[in-house]
Structure formats: structure tokens, C-alpha cells
């Protein structure tokens, strides 16, 4: 059983990782139409899209985005709902600060959805108010977190 975090490598990845985020992060929390597949920021040079596969399957989308100055964003965390409670979000959330230290980034700050808080909390996440701006469209009923992930 093999958890790999990477970024989309093809077609059928990226429509996977759209999948995956509109049906858990739009769809599932009420907000039909509006994912938008080809926004900007998913092809942003400093922000690293993440497609999470476990034998070979898409489980998982995240997003780092690198602030500069040792400071990151997670973004659009998600677990396919059939996925969910398999580890697959620790898993993920792990292999993600790993490749937020070998960028450099020593804290990550995330917009969490509130029945996320409990997850976020267990790893080590603690609420932290960073940018009330972020809070806004999807994000607006979002609590701000951080991480220190210790100097790289």
C-alpha cells in the first residue's frame, strides 16, 4: 500500500484533482457551480498543486502555496468521500510538510473548514489569525491556523 503525493502528471490526473476538490470542497459543501478548473492559481509558479494516490488511485488534492520568507499556505485540502477515514489525510498532510521543508517553509498556515478543526488540531495545527482578508468567498466561514514546522 503506497501513498504518493505528487503533482498532476497528466490529463487524467488533473481531472481527477478537479474531481475530487469540486465534489468535496463545492459540491459537498453546497456550492454548485462555481469551481472554476482552470483558475489561475493552481498554475501559479510558486504554488505547488498535489494529487495524493494510494496504489496508484487518486485519494486526494492539496495545494502549497509558497509565500516567500519561509511562510506557506495549504489550500484546498481534500479526500475523496469514499476515502475518507483511511488515513489518507494524514498521510497526505505529512508527506505535504515534507515538501513544504525541503522549500524552505518553516510555518504553514491554513483557512480550515470548520468540521476540519479536529484534523488540523491532531496535527499539530493550532488556530491563528493570519490574514482576515483570506476570509472571503469559499473560505468565509474558514478558521485561520498555523503550523511551525521548525527551521529548514
Avoid at 484533482?17 to 492559481?41: C, N
Amino acid at each position: 500500500m503506497i501513498r504518493e503525493l505528487a503533482p498532476p502528471a497528466s490529463e487524467e490526473d488533473w481531472r481527477a484533482f478537479h474531481d475530487i476538490r469540486e465534489a468535496v470542497l463545492f459540491v459537498g459543501r453546497g456550492k454548485v457551480g462555481v469551481y472554476d478548473r482552470r483558475h489561475p492559481d493552481d498554475y501559479s509558479g510558486a504554488n505547488h498543486p498535489l494529487l495524493l494516490k494510494f496504489d496508484g488511485r487518486p485519494v486526494g488534492t492539496i495545494r502549497l502555496d509558497d509565500l516567500g520568507d519561509g511562510a506557506g499556505v495549504v489550500r484546498l485540502v481534500a479526500i475523496a468521500l469514499e476515502e475518507q477515514g483511511k488515513g489518507h489525510g494524514r498521510a497526505m498532510a505529512e508527506q505535504c510538510d515534507g515538501l513544504a521543508r525541503r522549500l524552505g517553509i518553516h510555518t504553514l498556515y491554513v483557512n480550515a473548514a470548520p468540521e476540519a478543526l479536529g484534523f488540523y488540531e491532531k496535527l499539530g495545527w493550532e488556530r491563528h489569525v493570519w490574514n482576515l482578508a483570506e476570509l472571503a468567498g469559499i473560505a468565509e466561514d474558514c478558521i485561520q491556523m498555523r503550523k511551525h514546522l521548525g527551521a529548514p
